[in-house]
Nanobody, 125 residues
Framework: QVQLVESGGGLVQAGGSLRLSCAAS????????MAWFRQAPGKEREIVAA????????YYADSVKGRFAISRDNAKNTMYLEMNSLKPEDTAVYYC??????????????????WGQGTQVTVSS
């Protein structure tokens, strides 16, 4: 059974930092695309960042470019999201996701097959 488990969320003041982790089990995703999405109350789920194994660089939403960094440790089957200079508008539930079919990065939730349960990130002003 494939599982993705997020950790590292919490409450932080504006300008602060958090590091999210996503530990995968049940299969390896080293050659597939993985991503972080987020969903704020009353809003649609949106992509934050995505990463793949090839020479293709990571993808970042415009709203987080220069502040967030996505990475992965294939040996640990784990993905990370380093979040710096956090803003109140970053408040959301953050979801880890992985494709079981392709290494191609996608901005759309329907292109990913496995999802974690989400971790809450709250940024106070």
């Amino acid at each position: 059974q494939v599982q993705l488990v997020e950790s590292g969320g919490g409450l932080v003041q504006a300008g602060g930092s958090l590091r999210l982790s996503c530990a995968a089990s049940g299969r390896t995703f080293s050659t597939y695309a993985m991503a972080w999405f987020r969903q704020a109350p009353g809003k649609e789920r949106e992509i934050v960042a995505a990463i793949t194994w090839s020479i293709t660089g990571p993808y970042y939403a415009d709203s987080v470019k220069g502040r967030f960094a996505i990475s992965r440790d294939n040996a640990k089957n784990t993905m990370y999201l380093e979040m710096n200079s956090l803003k109140p508008e970053d408040t959301a539930v953050y979801y880890c996701t992985a494709s079981g079919r392709t290494s191609r990065i996608s901005r759309y939730p329907y292109d990913y097959d496995y999802w974690g349960q989400g971790t809450q990130v709250t940024v106070s002003s």
